[in-house]
T-cell receptor
Framework: SQQGEEDPQALSIQEGENATMNCSYK?????LQWYRQNSGRGLVHLIL?????REKHSGRLRVTLDTSKKSSSLLITASRAADTASYFC??????????????FGKGTHLIIQP | EAGVAQSPRYKIIEKRQSVAFWCNPI?????LYWYQQILGQGPKLLIQ????????DSQLPKDRFSAERLKGVDSTLKIQPAKLEDSAVYLC????????????FGPGTRLTVL
């Protein structure tokens, strides 16, 4: 079953604008990760934020995590055409026995218009 | 550093046939994952290995899917017999260790079952 739910499902903006995607999840987590997937290609890891962190930055990316609301957001600033892709949030919850496979949402499809 | 390698990249088979996918993780990565990504959805974990032992296979349809990781390095995922609903991209990922590490994904194998 899907744990994360991204919002919106699709987003189209002009190049240079900022893009914000949200993710909500249901159970307690140890960390939350954001991935990018270009059409027909594998997943590229963008950023990992741990449950005891509230905000992280990486280049043009800013991720926030609110564990009380079970939600996260990904902000891409000064968007570029190359940012066109699907973006997924994925949560990791460590269980007994060491299982830590990621649970993904359905993704947000981002289109950057030139 | 070489990434996660997968082969083949594409496979087309008829229902009831068998198929196998191969994955070579990043050198030194002890943990290996197989995910299934159906079109329009996020990846779903099928199985997780730690070295050559299975950590989590709770979402693996064991009546038709099997996986092994001999010698704790390469892994194969097999489907026998395939069904139409198995059409998906099969992604392999690896990480240094359990629990707190980024998962790195391979390019995936796109399976079409006719």
């Amino acid at each position: 079953s899907q744990q994360g739910e991204e919002d919106p499902q699709a987003l189209s903006i002009q190049e240079g604008e900022n893009a914000t995607m949200n993710c909500s999840y249901k159970t307690s987590i140890n960390n939350l990760q954001w991935y990018r997937q270009n059409s027909g290609r594998g997943l590229v890891h963008l950023i990992l934020i741990r449950s005891n962190e509230r905000e992280k930055h990486s280049g043009r990316l800013r991720v926030t995590l609110d564990t009380s609301k079970k939600s996260s957001s990904l902000l891409i600033t000064a968007s570029r055409a190359a940012d066109t892709a699907s973006y997924f949030c994925a949560t990791a919850s460590y269980s007994g026995g060491g299982a830590d496979g990621l649970t993904f949402g359905k993704g947000t499809h981002l289109i950057i218009q030139p | 550093e070489a990434g996660v390698a997968q082969s083949p990249r594409y496979k087309i088979i008829e229902k009831r046939q068998s198929v196998a996918f191969w994955c070579n993780p990043i050198s030194g990565h002890a943990t290996l994952y197989w995910y299934q990504q159906i079109l329009g959805q996020g990846p779903k974990l099928l199985i997780q290995f730690q070295n050559n032992g299975v950590v989590d296979d709770s979402q693996l349809p064991k009546d038709r899917f099997s996986a092994e990781r001999l010698k704790g390095v390469d892994s194969t995922l097999k489907i026998q017999p395939a069904k139409l609903e198995d059409s998906a991209v099969y992604l392999c990922a690896s990480s240094l260790g359990r629990g707190r590490d980024t998962q790195y994904f391979g390019p995936g194998t796109r399976l079409t079952v006719l």
